[in-house]
């Protein structure tokens, strides 16, 4: 059997806020652990019918990346579940959803340029 093994490794400072963030996987091109700036991680816990989750970013994570970031974990999640259950209503939903977001973030970006 087949294994694959994805670590996260975080540094924090004194006050416990993440100041890096580094991963690995066994089955990403390349040995060397690499840095980012954020990252989300989502357990289904199928015993109490939930989802547990990790989201941590370093300090340097700029607010319009961070944005940018959600709205692509939720592009990820309208394919996943497209894949996973074949449920193209949902998916549709969410991707309206990604590019309503999308348009609120280029519009917030004109206003920002424009100041």
């Known amino acids: 059997m087949k294994e694959s093994e994805i670590k996260l490794r975080v540094e924090l400072d004194q006050e416990n806020i993440p100041e ?9 091109d390349g040995d060397q652990e690499e840095e980012t700036k954020s990252f989300s991680l989502s357990i289904w816990d199928h015993n109490n ?17 961070m944005k940018r970031f ?6 990820g999640l309208a394919q996943s579940v497209l894949n996973s259950t ?3 209503f949902m998916s549709t ?10 348009k609120h973030l ?3 970006n004109r206003n920002i340029q424009q100041q």
């Open 86 to 88: 074949g449920d193209e």
């Open 70 to 75: 959600y709205v692509d974990c939720l592009g």
């Open 49 to 65: 019918k939930s989802t547990l989750r990790i989201d941590l970013w370093n300090k340097e994570m700029p607010l319009d990346e």
């Open 106 to 108: 280029e519009e917030e």
């Open 93 to 102: 939903a969410m991707n309206r959803l990604c590019e309503k977001l999308v």
């Open 20 to 28: 890096k963030i580094y991963w690995n996987a066994t089955d990403k």
